[in-house]
């Protein structure tokens, strides 16, 4: 890995709630919680998704909440000039989807993956995957486990569909799924 990824890498992390968070050592959960703070940074919405509400980044999350509280260090903090929330969708009707900046689709809605991602196809909504093979399937970004360690994967046609920009920096980190169209 080269010394400027290592720096990158440094910087996305840099984001865990406070100091205490580096003494003991962070649950997978916590890790995907900074990851989600962090891809917000990273991304680029186009003019008309910003409009959806100016004062948040809204993350949405789908199935069994797996955080246990992780997200809650988070909650409020400025990305730029906007505020980071997180709300649980109980998805009543698509139409909750809607107002989503990132959804967050868990391990426990993989029945459900096809519908969901239906659901926003085209539309300017990040998405993050928590399964197995989800990136391959449509899925944007996609956590995975390697070592123990958390890593994410990218679809690199995902986001493009859906008028979404990701720095470069951020497709540096992730892993491209292959083979796709």
């Known amino acids: 890995m080269t010394l400027p990824l290592r720096l990158l890498l440094v910087l996305f992390v840099?984001?865990?709630?406070?100091?205490?968070a580096w003494a003991a050592p962070s649950s997978e959960y916590e890790v995907?919680?900074?990851?989600?703070?962090?891809?917000?940074?990273?991304?680029?919405?186009p003019a008309k998704a910003t409009d959806k509400d100016k004062?948040?980044?809204?993350?949405?999350?789908v199935g069994a909440d797996p955080f246990d509280g992780a997200l809650a260090g988070f909650e409020n903090r400025l990305l730029g000039n906007k505020r980071f929330v997180s709300?649980?969708?109980?998805?009543?009707?698509?139409?909750?989807?809607?107002a989503c900046d990132i959804l967050f689709i868990a391990r426990s809605e993989q029945d459900r993956l096809a519908s969901?991602?239906?659901?926003?196809k085209d539309l300017p909504i990040l998405t993050v995957g928590d399964g197995e093979g989800y990136a391959r399937l449509g899925v944007m970004i996609?956590?995975?486990?390697?070592?123990?360690k958390v890593r994410f994967e990218i679809n690199p046609h995902a986001p493009r569909r859906a008028g979404l920009q990701l720095s470069a920096k951020l497709m540096q980190l992730g892993r491209p799924v292959e083979g796709l169209e």
């Open 14 to 20: 840099w984001a865990l709630p406070s100091a205490a």
């Open 142 to 148: 996609n956590f995975y486990l390697d070592q123990g």
């Open 32 to 45: 995907k919680a900074a990851f989600l703070f962090n891809f917000a940074k990273f991304v680029e919405w």
């Open 87 to 98: 709300r649980r969708l109980k998805l009543e009707s698509d139409a909750e989807l809607l």
């Open 116 to 120: 969901l991602l239906q659901a926003v």
């Open 55 to 61: 004062a948040m980044v809204k993350l949405c999350l």
